[in-house]
């Protein structure tokens, strides 16, 4: 048996440039992030439907898999993300597996002020997965503005994306928009780049969004050397710092041919690296070459 209390409250937020509602029983206080990216509109993209329950569903169906904190099954063409807090459930979002512009998010009472705040609604309500259907996806990166143009340095913790990001706003006036993730939208002909509700440990986060100039892959070296990346090598270098787990059908097919046509008209350049001035002239200098600037 579960039980549910139905949603009552509405907040909309403007994100990669879709429009996203959730409905909810009540929402933690979002004292973070998320306020700035608050918006009204008369429809959505993306609805996203929350209810409060003392139990969750049956999570049913066939497993697809299991990757950190969310356990993904499908059953009937839904599909189902169980979402953990540690080691206690917190959220299971379900939503049609093909084209789902509105989903289901149960949250389990216990758990729930903890589930939608501002660190953890993102994973709690799937917004990643819903994005994806809209032809948009979150990048691991640190996200600077330069010249009305968005550059992304995409990497692993601790492989200097923050340094890097830094070095152009010491060095080249640059701004720096989010200290740690990017959202990359496919808006009619333009890729375009926008902040996000969170910027990790970088406390740097603006809710700005420019044309996609460059994705710069970062890697450690003796000194600075940039090369573009083409084809799968350029696909593969960013599907790896990517917030997806590919685990329901068609989600991975959908991220590559959005990641294809990027690697078609937007450079992608492997960058790497001294963590110094030297890496900064390396990547001007190849952004003026293919006229980015």
């Avoid at 973070?32 to 569903?57: K, T």
């Avoid at 917004?127 to 992304?152: N, P, R, T």
């Avoid at 940039?226 to 787990?245: H, K, P, T």
């Amino acid at each position: 048996l579960v039980l549910v209390l139905v949603f009552v409250m509405k907040k909309s937020y403007i994100i990669c440039k879709r429009k996203i509602t959730v409905e909810a029983p009540w929402f933690t206080p979002q004292e973070g992030y998320w306020p700035m990216f608050e918006a009204e509109f008369p429809e959505a993209d993306i609805n996203v439907l929350c209810r409060e329950c003392e139990n969750l569903p049956d999570f049913g169906g066939k497993r697809l898999g299991e990757c950190g904190d969310v356990t993904v099954s499908i059953d009937g063409g839904k599909v189902s993300r169980l979402f953990h807090l540690g080691t206690d459930p917190g959220a299971m979002c379900v939503y049609d597996a093909f084209g789902a512009s509105s989903a289901d998010a149960y949250i389990l009472s216990r758990n729930y002020d903890v589930a939608m705040d501002g660190r953890y609604m993102w994973s709690s309500l799937a917004l990643s997965q819903l994005l994806l259907q809209k032809d948009a996806f979150l990048l691991h990166a640190s996200y600077i503005e330069h010249g009305g143009k968005a550059i992304l340095f995409s990497a692993p913790c601790g492989v200097g994306k923050s340094t890097q990001a830094a070095l152009w706003a010491e060095h080249n006036g640059s701004r720096i928009i989010n200290g740690d993730k990017a959202g990359v939208s496919f808006d009619g002909d333009e890729i375009n780049a926008g902040s996000l509700p969170f910027c990790g440990t970088s406390g740097i986060c603006k809710n700005e969004t420019y044309p996609l100039g460059a994705v710069v892959l970062l890697s450690r070296a003796d000194c600075s050397t940039v090369r573009r990346l083409g084809g799968s090598e350029a696909v593969l270098g960013i599907m790896n710092n990517i917030y997806l787990d590919f685990f329901a059908p068609g989600e991975q097919k959908s991220c590559v041919d959005l990641l294809i046509r990027l690697a078609a008209e937007v450079p992608v350049l492997q960058l790497s690296c001294t963590p110094d001035k030297s890496a900064v002239a390396a990547l001007e200098n190849a952004l003026k070459e293919y006229k980015i600037f």
